[in-house]
Protein backbone atom coordinates (compact mmCIF):
# COMPACT_ATOMS: atom_id res chain seq x y z
CA UNK A 1 0.00 0.00 0.00
CA UNK A 2 2.68 2.11 0.37
CA UNK A 3 4.06 1.66 -2.29
CA UNK A 4 0.78 2.77 -4.00
CA UNK A 5 0.40 5.47 -2.05
CA UNK A 6 3.68 7.02 -3.33
CA UNK A 7 3.20 6.52 -6.80
CA UNK A 8 -0.04 8.05 -6.81
CA UNK A 9 1.77 11.26 -5.20
CA UNK A 10 5.17 11.18 -7.86
CA UNK A 11 2.81 10.62 -11.17
CA UNK A 12 1.34 14.43 -10.89
CA UNK A 13 5.05 15.62 -10.63
CA UNK A 14 6.67 13.54 -13.11
CA UNK A 15 4.06 15.17 -15.25
CA UNK A 16 4.87 18.73 -14.44
CA UNK A 17 8.85 17.44 -14.59
CA UNK A 18 7.72 16.26 -18.50
CA UNK A 19 6.45 19.49 -19.62
CA UNK A 20 8.89 21.98 -18.10
CA UNK A 21 11.61 19.66 -20.22
CA UNK A 22 9.70 20.56 -22.60
CA UNK A 23 12.17 24.10 -23.04
CA UNK A 24 14.91 21.67 -24.25
CA UNK A 25 12.77 20.78 -26.97
CA UNK A 26 10.70 23.97 -28.09
CA UNK A 27 11.15 27.44 -29.48
CA UNK A 28 12.00 30.32 -27.00
CA UNK A 29 8.19 31.72 -27.46
CA UNK A 30 5.23 29.70 -27.40
CA UNK A 31 2.18 31.02 -29.59
CA UNK A 32 -0.68 32.37 -27.96
CA UNK A 33 -2.91 29.41 -29.98
CA UNK A 34 -1.01 26.83 -28.56
CA UNK A 35 -0.88 28.48 -24.56
CA UNK A 36 -4.73 28.73 -24.95
CA UNK A 37 -5.47 25.24 -26.05
CA UNK A 38 -3.09 23.92 -23.49
CA UNK A 39 -4.30 26.36 -20.73
CA UNK A 40 -8.10 24.98 -21.76
CA UNK A 41 -6.83 21.21 -21.84
CA UNK A 42 -5.86 21.68 -18.07
CA UNK A 43 -8.74 23.66 -17.51
CA UNK A 44 -11.16 20.45 -18.65
CA UNK A 45 -9.42 17.92 -16.64
CA UNK A 46 -9.65 19.91 -13.48
CA UNK A 47 -13.11 20.64 -13.66
CA UNK A 48 -14.23 16.78 -14.62
CA UNK A 49 -11.55 15.96 -11.82
CA UNK A 50 -13.46 18.06 -9.25
CA UNK A 51 -16.69 16.77 -9.98
CA UNK A 52 -16.10 12.56 -10.73
CA UNK A 53 -13.04 12.53 -8.41
CA UNK A 54 -14.14 14.79 -5.52
CA UNK A 55 -17.59 15.74 -5.30
CA UNK A 56 -19.81 12.79 -6.07
CA UNK A 57 -17.40 10.69 -3.55
CA UNK A 58 -17.86 13.44 -0.94
CA UNK A 59 -21.87 13.30 -1.28
CA UNK A 60 -21.90 8.91 -1.38
CA UNK A 61 -19.75 9.18 1.71
CA UNK A 62 -22.37 11.66 3.13
CA UNK A 63 -25.48 9.16 1.82
CA UNK A 64 -26.21 8.58 5.39
CA UNK A 65 -27.52 12.40 5.76
CA UNK A 66 -30.42 11.56 3.46
CA UNK A 67 -31.30 14.37 1.85
CA UNK A 68 -28.99 16.43 3.15
CA UNK A 69 -25.84 14.29 1.98
CA UNK A 70 -24.56 17.71 0.22
CA UNK A 71 -24.01 19.21 3.13
CA UNK A 72 -20.10 18.42 3.90
CA UNK A 73 -19.33 18.51 1.01
CA UNK A 74 -20.95 22.19 -0.19
CA UNK A 75 -19.33 23.39 3.56
CA UNK A 76 -15.84 21.68 2.39
CA UNK A 77 -16.50 23.61 -0.94
CA UNK A 78 -16.65 27.32 -0.24
CA UNK A 79 -14.17 26.19 3.02
CA UNK A 80 -11.74 25.36 -0.23
CA UNK A 81 -13.25 28.40 -2.38
CA UNK A 82 -12.41 30.96 0.61
CA UNK A 83 -9.02 29.66 1.37
CA UNK A 84 -7.60 29.99 -2.57
CA UNK A 85 -9.64 33.53 -2.11
CA UNK A 86 -7.07 34.11 0.84
CA UNK A 87 -3.85 32.88 -0.65
CA UNK A 88 -5.10 35.02 -3.52
CA UNK A 89 -4.62 38.17 -1.81
CA UNK A 90 -1.70 36.92 0.71
CA UNK A 91 1.30 35.21 -2.02
CA UNK A 92 2.56 38.07 -4.49
CA UNK A 93 2.43 36.32 -8.02
CA UNK A 94 1.94 37.19 -11.62
CA UNK A 95 -0.48 35.57 -13.99
CA UNK A 96 0.85 34.78 -17.17
CA UNK A 97 0.74 37.75 -20.02
CA UNK A 98 -0.10 40.41 -17.09
CA UNK A 99 1.77 43.07 -15.80
CA UNK A 100 -0.05 43.89 -12.49
CA UNK A 101 1.23 41.39 -10.09
CA UNK A 102 -1.18 40.42 -7.16
CA UNK A 103 -1.26 39.68 -3.81
CA UNK A 104 0.95 41.55 -1.00
CA UNK A 105 2.93 44.19 -2.50
CA UNK A 106 7.04 42.84 -2.70
CA UNK A 107 9.99 43.33 -4.05
CA UNK A 108 10.42 39.94 -5.72
CA UNK A 109 11.29 39.73 -9.72
CA UNK A 110 8.81 38.61 -12.53
CA UNK A 111 10.01 36.03 -12.95
CA UNK A 112 9.55 34.78 -9.47
CA UNK A 113 6.14 35.92 -9.13
CA UNK A 114 5.09 33.51 -12.36
CA UNK A 115 6.47 30.32 -10.85
CA UNK A 116 4.50 31.92 -7.39
CA UNK A 117 1.53 32.01 -9.49
CA UNK A 118 1.53 28.43 -10.98
CA UNK A 119 2.91 27.04 -7.03
CA UNK A 120 -0.67 28.71 -5.59
CA UNK A 121 -2.71 26.70 -8.15
CA UNK A 122 -0.96 23.69 -7.27
CA UNK A 123 -1.67 23.17 -4.01
CA UNK A 124 -5.32 22.44 -4.12
CA UNK A 125 -4.26 19.66 -6.87
CA UNK A 126 -1.94 18.29 -4.14
CA UNK A 127 -4.37 18.07 -1.39
CA UNK A 128 -7.09 16.60 -4.02
CA UNK A 129 -4.71 13.68 -4.45
CA UNK A 130 -3.79 13.50 -0.76
CA UNK A 131 -7.13 13.49 0.76
CA UNK A 132 -8.47 10.70 -1.85
CA UNK A 133 -5.18 8.22 -1.12
CA UNK A 134 -5.80 8.99 2.67
CA UNK A 135 -9.72 8.10 2.46
CA UNK A 136 -8.25 4.98 0.37
CA UNK A 137 -5.56 4.23 3.35
CA UNK A 138 -8.10 4.49 6.37
CA UNK A 139 -10.87 2.28 4.18
CA UNK A 140 -12.95 5.45 2.74
CA UNK A 141 -16.34 4.45 1.54
CA UNK A 142 -16.48 4.98 -2.40
CA UNK A 143 -12.62 4.55 -2.75
CA UNK A 144 -10.75 2.15 -4.63
CA UNK A 145 -6.81 2.39 -5.59
CA UNK A 146 -8.23 2.34 -9.75
CA UNK A 147 -10.02 5.30 -8.77
CA UNK A 148 -7.28 7.25 -6.70
CA UNK A 149 -4.75 6.06 -9.43
CA UNK A 150 -7.16 7.74 -12.04
CA UNK A 151 -7.08 11.15 -10.40
CA UNK A 152 -3.38 10.82 -10.31
CA UNK A 153 -2.86 10.67 -14.05
CA UNK A 154 -5.38 12.78 -14.99
CA UNK A 155 -3.90 15.87 -12.43
CA UNK A 156 -0.53 14.46 -14.11
CA UNK A 157 -1.77 14.53 -17.78
CA UNK A 158 -3.31 18.45 -16.91
CA UNK A 159 0.36 19.20 -15.18
CA UNK A 160 2.03 18.61 -18.50
CA UNK A 161 0.90 21.09 -20.20
CA UNK A 162 1.01 23.62 -16.72
CA UNK A 163 4.99 22.68 -16.46
CA UNK A 164 5.34 23.61 -20.11
CA UNK A 165 3.31 26.97 -19.87
CA UNK A 166 5.57 27.93 -17.06
CA UNK A 167 9.05 26.89 -18.00
CA UNK A 168 8.97 28.30 -21.36
CA UNK A 169 8.16 31.77 -20.66
CA UNK A 170 10.40 32.37 -18.10
CA UNK A 171 12.96 31.02 -21.06
CA UNK A 172 11.92 33.89 -23.00
CA UNK A 173 12.01 36.54 -20.64
CA UNK A 174 16.03 35.74 -20.44
CA UNK A 175 16.21 32.94 -17.82
CA UNK A 176 18.63 29.65 -19.20
CA UNK A 177 16.96 26.54 -20.17
CA UNK A 178 18.07 24.53 -17.49
CA UNK A 179 17.15 27.54 -14.89
CA UNK A 180 13.44 27.63 -16.63
CA UNK A 181 12.87 23.91 -16.76
CA UNK A 182 14.20 23.59 -13.02
CA UNK A 183 11.77 26.59 -11.82
CA UNK A 184 9.16 25.06 -14.12
CA UNK A 185 9.57 21.56 -12.22
CA UNK A 186 9.93 23.60 -8.54
CA UNK A 187 6.37 24.52 -9.27
CA UNK A 188 5.50 21.33 -9.37
CA UNK A 189 6.98 20.18 -6.05
CA UNK A 190 3.91 21.53 -3.75
CA UNK A 191 1.93 19.06 -5.23
CA UNK A 192 3.70 16.11 -3.47
CA UNK A 193 4.41 18.11 -0.54
CA UNK A 194 0.96 18.95 0.11
CA UNK A 195 -0.63 15.81 -0.73
CA UNK A 196 2.11 14.15 1.92
CA UNK A 197 0.74 16.23 4.37
CA UNK A 198 -2.81 15.84 4.02
CA UNK A 199 -1.93 11.89 4.57
CA UNK A 200 0.02 12.38 7.59
CA UNK A 201 -3.01 13.89 9.16
CA UNK A 202 -5.00 11.27 7.94
CA UNK A 203 -6.30 10.25 11.19
CA UNK A 204 -7.89 13.51 11.92
CA UNK A 205 -9.43 14.02 8.46
CA UNK A 206 -11.25 10.76 7.98
CA UNK A 207 -14.05 11.90 9.76
CA UNK A 208 -14.35 15.08 7.67
CA UNK A 209 -13.12 13.45 4.52
CA UNK A 210 -16.07 14.45 2.49
CA UNK A 211 -15.89 18.03 4.08
CA UNK A 212 -11.89 17.74 2.84
CA UNK A 213 -13.17 16.55 -0.21
CA UNK A 214 -15.54 19.06 -1.35
CA UNK A 215 -12.56 21.74 0.04
CA UNK A 216 -10.28 20.32 -2.79
CA UNK A 217 -12.82 20.51 -5.48
CA UNK A 218 -13.58 24.36 -4.46
CA UNK A 219 -10.24 25.29 -4.55
CA UNK A 220 -9.54 23.53 -7.56
CA UNK A 221 -12.79 24.96 -9.14
CA UNK A 222 -11.33 28.74 -7.95
CA UNK A 223 -8.30 28.51 -9.66
CA UNK A 224 -9.88 27.23 -13.09
CA UNK A 225 -12.63 30.26 -13.00
CA UNK A 226 -10.10 33.05 -11.74
CA UNK A 227 -7.51 32.06 -13.53
CA UNK A 228 -7.10 29.35 -16.34
CA UNK A 229 -10.77 30.22 -18.15
CA UNK A 230 -9.73 34.28 -18.37
CA UNK A 231 -6.25 33.09 -20.12
CA UNK A 232 -7.98 30.35 -22.71
CA UNK A 233 -10.62 32.83 -23.59
CA UNK A 234 -8.47 36.01 -23.97
CA UNK A 235 -7.98 37.12 -27.64
CA UNK A 236 -9.14 36.17 -31.26
CA UNK A 237 -10.34 32.35 -31.96
CA UNK A 238 -10.88 31.75 -28.29
CA UNK A 239 -12.77 28.46 -29.59
CA UNK A 240 -9.36 26.39 -29.51
CA UNK A 241 -9.51 26.51 -25.94
CA UNK A 242 -13.18 26.06 -25.26
CA UNK A 243 -12.22 23.05 -27.59
CA UNK A 244 -9.43 22.00 -25.83
CA UNK A 245 -11.37 22.60 -22.42
CA UNK A 246 -13.96 19.65 -23.74
CA UNK A 247 -11.33 17.55 -24.92
CA UNK A 248 -9.78 17.70 -21.52
CA UNK A 249 -12.78 17.49 -19.46
CA UNK A 250 -13.49 14.29 -21.47
CA UNK A 251 -10.00 12.82 -21.14
CA UNK A 252 -10.89 12.86 -17.35
CA UNK A 253 -14.17 11.71 -17.32
CA UNK A 254 -13.01 8.29 -18.98
CA UNK A 255 -9.89 7.93 -16.62
CA UNK A 256 -11.98 8.13 -13.75
CA UNK A 257 -14.91 5.92 -15.52
CA UNK A 258 -12.50 3.46 -16.75
CA UNK A 259 -10.31 2.97 -13.84
CA UNK A 260 -12.87 4.06 -11.18
Known sequence: MNLIIFQGLMIPFIGTTLGAACVF?????????????LTGFAAGVMVAASVWSLLIPAMEQSAHLGRLAFLPAVGGFW?????????????????????QPEGLKSHLAKTTMMVLAVTLHNIPEGMAVGAVYAGLLLGGKSMTVSGAMALSVGIAIQNFPEGTIISMPLRAAG?????????????????????????????????????????????????????????????????????????????MMILDVVFG
Open 79 to 99: GGTAFMLLLDELIPHLHLDED
Open 25 to 37: LMKEQMSEGLQRA
Open 175 to 251: QSKAKAFLSGTGSGAVEPAAALLTILFADLIVPVLPALLGFAAGAMLYVVVEELVPEMSVGAHSNVGVMMFALGFSV
